[in-house]
């Protein structure tokens, strides 16, 4: 069985280690910026392990430990010890091509399939010219909307924003709200990444689903940003079939990518 111990380098310093990895094109679901590392470290610690053809890097969070890996060409996943948290697995690649190493191999060191998404956009020029009013969640909204994220989305994978993300997001207007009677029924929220258009998430209480909030918000979204962006980004759960047909109708497409995640639980 392989040790794990606390990685005891900085982020700068991992960085450069994961370059040379990468330089060898070893196969790997880890393609963070070097900046990147020093956040998850200073959220939580980073644990390694190197065997025969192969690196891994756990990052501990709340939840999990989310699993990073470099392995050589002919080389095969290993099994893990026994943690006292769950293991999340995501590998983001081209459907045509699908993920490598396959599911099927994770399989046989104790994984097993979670969910999977895949990626969608539209071009800003096709999100039409429709004029819309919109408003945006205010910032004594924070502990009702946290509270609505918590309760929409699954605990792994979906990178809910902290109190203090948040709370910067509602000063700069990436909250989108929808209102009735005064009253929050949901919200978008949605970020930039150069000149694409990224929406983070979107909910809309329980009771108010159905009717349509959804599709009203992500069209706010689209009036909003189409004029300052070369394209709009989200992803979305396959197991979703209303939210897959509501951006369906609003033009979006896949882009090929898709990101199957897997758990391993003691």
Do not use: H
């Not at 997001?169 to 930039?192: N, P, T, W, Y």
């Amino acid at each position: 069985m392989i040790e794990i111990t606390e990685n005891k380098t900085d982020g700068k310093a991992l960085a450069e280690e994961i370059a040379g990895y990468l330089s060898e094109k070893r196969r790997t679901n880890c393609f963070l910026r070097p900046e990147e590392w020093d956040g998850i470290m200073e959220r939580g610690k980073v644990f390694r392990t190197e065997f025969s053809g192969g690196l891994y890097l756990l990052a501990e969070k709340e939840r999990q430990f989310d699993l990073f890996y470099f392995l050589e060409q002919d080389a095969v996943p290993v099994s893990l010890p026994e943690l006292q948290k769950p293991v999340i697995l995501e590998q983001v690649s081209a459907e045509r091509t699908g993920a490598s190493p396959a599911p099927e191999e994770w399989k046989t060191v104790g994984f097993r399939r979670y969910l999977q998404r895949k990626r969608l956009f539209l071009a800003a020029k096709n999100a039409g010219k429709e004029s819309r009013e919109i408003t945006f969640c205010k910032e004594n909204e924070q502990e009702r909307i946290q509270t609505l994220l918590a309760e929409s989305f699954e605990p792994y994978t979906s990178e809910l924003p902290d109190a203090e993300t948040l709370a910067a997001d509602l000063r700069e207007k990436r909250v989108i709200a929808a209102r009735k009677d005064g009253s929050l029924l949901g919200f978008l929220r949605f970020g930039r990444e150069k000149k694409i258009s990224v929406l983070r998430q979107i909910a809309v209480l329980p009771a108010a689903r159905g009717g349509g909030i959804g599709d009203g918000l992500v069209r706010d979204w689209l009036a909003l940003e189409r004029e300052d962006v070369a394209k709009f980004q989200l992803w979305v759960r396959e197991d979703n079939p209303p939210a897959l047909r509501m951006y369906e109708k609003l033009g979006f497409l896949p882009d090929g990518r898709i990101a199957p995640v897997m758990i391993k639980e003691n």
